[in-house]
């Protein structure tokens, strides 16, 4: 897509901004960020690790972020860094047309009970919802159609994009995106039998998000049971994630897409769960786990690291030799344990 | 989440509607329910089984739901019922605030077709859309920015969460509970191959919710191709799930969250599939079978019982070394068969 | 369900849309498809395969799709025509409800910004919102409360069901199907670590979505990094797919329902993924792969044909004895060799 430029800065700026070292033309115009191998002379583009260098002698991007060691490889004008990855991360920000979108107010065909508490320069879309008691900090973005319950809070410079719906009680903190057609506080899967039916046990809890927490694309936070779910502040959760009842999850954790956890479940700080990763219930993860993509964890880990489960995909010839082996392992071990016993006989 | 009280009911009046015995002062004033340990006075606490016996005897409640043969070392009141968990279950319902709250009516900012069939005290939320030809059952709510096609049907006492997608023609039984973003009635995945390109198979069946169904948030069930999907009385689907095309699920089934089920496959009564299984299409699933989370299901199943597949989560350094000999299962089988040849020849 | 019927044809107009020679009598009226067991005399049945052919010899349809050589069994008239299921597939189109519905121009519960670019016959149902710059092609209908990001484009032909939404700047191809609850173009999952916390990294891409593609319920196609996310032309996605950013996919491709595939891979086209699947990041799968259900993709595929991973499921007793084996794999490995060698020596 070719966004038309909101913003322009000289490189000089930007160079200020991240606190770098600007060596060449600091007067240059840049109107956005692209790869290497894609930047023109009005883009800057990034070494974020040395797999990259091999495109940097090539590059004619109006400036490279860059480490200072990689700057003699550099056919253009430099900004050193330490983290370049980090210093893109926060121009980034200075070029998406969202952010640069002006507030609206609030839209006429919003739909706002009487006694909601408002901050300064909030901006509610037309067709959201927002009934009463709710309380939105200053700058909080509630994007079209979006939902927010009675009595939920948001807090200053949130933004829910179109389509999310957030449930009463629901307590969001600051500067949370929440992303289209994700729904934070829908009630936790709780039942009791009587021996012949279910019977729906009301969720009573609620959903607290942390502050800077971000919530991807259709994904869904489900309201505790008795007591409330549990989001940290900066854990940041990628698209179609379900985090069940009275979960727990603890600072700047990371789960990516697809990530499914059960009740009651208790994630560290600092923990990665890569996409598809599945925890059963009444788990606790300790602080610093990394788990790989679509690993099923069944038990408690108490040690951090990384953790794996599950084969990769082969051949289907190649799987269906294999794959029905799997049924006669314990025989196997069986068989070979009684060879070694007679060879040792 | 603190909510404010909406009911109080005494103890008495609590053990009333229970049948449960009731040991204490009946006169005390209850206004909600939390665990023992979290318990105040004016709330209800429960043994749901043997493992909670710790907590009961500092506990601070109003009152604790309890087997009669644990009351011994309760120091409060206490209500004995033979089943303390369904006792929560039902006095949870006394205390939801969504319940409590008074019916809208029909907010002027829904969009209701003129011919659309109401029942008595029906609330429809604001920017709720309701089609041509649709049935609403007495009492039944439908939430802000909810989506009912045309000639859709809506049992009695069934809620609608807000921004929830019924699709056209789908009926939809009594005292069901649909979660904000779930999908009802959307198109089942149907294609033909002319040899080169899909031609798209128009999707002319339905979707059939029994009595007393529940679908968590985000979840969709997709309606079929001639026939109709058919999800049973009293089946409860938890958050993120897929139900694809001709699906039929039995009465009493409960299916946990990020569960899919591939087209046409047949889930029996009173099973249980954890979170994130799957189901190939095609299959029959007889009553009474549970499978735990994340197995895949690739044939039919005639025996009830429980069924699993796949392998938990390992250390990363120890999963390396194991999951590269899974491709060699095969190759260990015949040469352990050859050893074990002349060892006995 | 039993739709009223909407259109009825003559077997003869069948005939001749479907270029199938017609054995029998040309006037009769069709009103419908069905199964081979459930068709009357007003609607037209199929024999996709030859497995079919058991229900042919009592069928009461009006008509039946079938191959030439299976002409001799077939009690009533026939239409005859080289692949019956294609032919199914495009009569199904004359009977879809949705497809006969009026169009309903601009509802005047939707909001329109007033610069959007309108073509002939669009439909814009209730409580839709379309932002600034936005291109609507001819006859794109946009379903009640879809949202539609500024500068969004959607092609001529195309249909948005209810409650779907498209972001800022996405380009949407000429007869895509979007269906309900799917958000095409949130933010990628993108972040930039400092060492204590994760810094965002606004998502400047956007999502191109080629022509003739549909994007089933709830799912979720995140925009790009830096460059765009793109679906090639008759790719179909199912329903709870997740595409992250940067992701490509060639023509003809289908993803069956709760794909997920993880950033800036590419697949190939005609390639077929089954339920549940994950592909890992950055990998490239050629033309031509199939991989089945619920199979876990971490290495790039050069080879069409058919992959898999994972084991089936079986009865937990069954399960427990060997799935602890696996962690012993390697140990297996070592022992069966010493004995080999001590057997050879």
């Excluded at 972020?65 to 330490?82: D, F, K, M, Y």
């Excluded at 507030?103 to 959201?128: M, T």
């Excluded at 994904?219 to 985090?243: E, P």
């Excluded at 788990?291 to 269906?320: C, D, F, K």
Aim: net charge negative; proline share 3%.
């Amino acid at each position: 897509m070719t966004h038309p430029a909101i913003h322009e800065f000289t490189l000089a700026e930007l160079a200020e901004r991240l606190g770098a070292n600007l060596v060449g033309d600091g007067s240059q115009r840049i109107r956005g960020l692209a790869t290497l191998r894609e930047a023109g002379p009005d883009q800057v583009a990034f070494v974020a690790n040395r797999s990259y260098l091999k495109d940097l002698s090539d590059t004619r991007a109006g400036a490279v972020l860059l480490q200072p060691e990689h700057a003699t490889v550099c056919p253009v004008t430099r900004l050193e860094l330490p983290n370049p990855y980090l210093g893109y991360a926060q121009l980034s920000q200075l070029f998406d047309p969202i952010l640069a979108t002006p507030r609206g107010g609030i839209h006429p065909a919003a739909v706002v009970a009487d006694d909601v508490a408002l901050g300064e320069r909030v901006e509610i879309g037309p067709n959201a919802v927002v009934e009463a008691g709710v309380e939105l900090g200053d700058e909080v973005v509630i994007g079209a159609g979006c939902f927010i319950g009675a009595g939920a809070r948001i807090g200053a410079g949130s933004r829910l994009h179109p389509n999310v719906t957030v449930c009463h009680g629901v307590a969001v903190g600051e500067r949370v995106i929440l992303h289209s057609g994700c729904v934070i506080g829908g009630d936790g899967f709780g039942f009791a039998h009587d021996g012949s039916r279910w019977h729906k046990i009301a969720q009573l809890g609620s959903v607290i998000l942390g502050d800077d927490v971000e919530v991807g694309s259709c994904s869904s936070i489900d309201r505790g049971a008795l007591d409330d779910t549990v989001i940290g502040n900066d854990v940041k959760i990628d698209s179609q994630v379900q985090i069940a009842h009275n979960v727990r999850i603890g600072d700047h954790t990371a789960l990516a897409g697809c990530v499914g956890i059960a009740g009651s479940t208790r994630v560290g700080r600092n923990c990665m769960l890569g996409g598809g990763v599945g925890l059963a219930g009444h788990l606790t993860i300790c602080d610093g786990v990394q788990v790989t993509g679509m690993s099923l964890v069944t038990n408690s880990i108490h040690e951090p690291g990384v953790y794996s489960s599950g084969t990769g995909a082969m051949s289907n010839a190649q799987w269906r030799k294999n794959a029905v082996r799997f049924k006669q392992l314990d025989d196997f071990a069986r068989r070979l344990a009684r060879l070694e016993k007679r060879d040792q006989g």
